[in-house]
């Protein structure tokens, strides 16, 4: 599994770090989406699908590095958290090593993006240390999406 992929645009790099990558299983979202039926979009191989036409699901955060800030859009899955999913129930990953392999260690993140509050985008807002649970990136600030009628906007 790769852990980071990196892309730049423009002044600003982003990069790709990941907490988990499976194959099948993509079913409760994508019900549709059979092996048979997604052999037939060929482009989906190799980076997210396989040549059986199973999808590749991927659990990741963006770092988009201005040169300035350092955002951490999505914080994935989180580890020791209790999850219905038992494939994520108490995940043991090394999401916090990736991050810092890719060279952002958590005191260089000031912004975390949260798009949604789905489990798997806010999981490492916090972490337990001691049987405690405290804020992962306690430096940071927290954006997260508030309702304007039927859209959504951001809250600076």
């Excluded at 409760?28 to 059979?34: V, Y």
């Excluded at 337990?128 to 992962?136: A, F, K, N, R, S």
């Excluded at 600030?141 to 304007?148: E, N």
Aim: charged share 25%.
């Amino acid at each position: 599994m790769a852990t980071a992929n990196q892309w730049q645009v423009g002044s600003v790099k982003v990069t790709r770090v990941v907490e988990l990558e499976a194959t099948g299983g993509s079913c409760f979202i994508l019900p549709d989406a059979t092996p048979e039926a997604c052999r037939e979009i060929t482009w989906l191989a190799p980076h997210f699908m396989t040549a059986e036409g199973e999808l590749i699901m991927s659990v990741h955060a963006l770092v988009v590095d201005t040169g300035e800030r350092r955002i951490l859009v999505d914080t994935c899955i989180g580890n020791d958290k209790r999850r219905t999913l038992p494939a994520w129930d108490r995940m043991q990953t090394g999401f916090l090593d990736h991050l810092e392999a890719a060279g952002y260690p958590l005191d260089s993140i000031d912004t975390v993006l949260c798009t949604h509050l789905h489990v798997d985008h806010v999981g490492w807002n916090t972490r337990l240390v001691d049987g405690e649970w405290e804020p992962t990136l306690p430096q940071a600030r927290y954006l997260f999406a508030r309702r304007d009628g039927n859209s959504y906007r951001f809250e600076v």
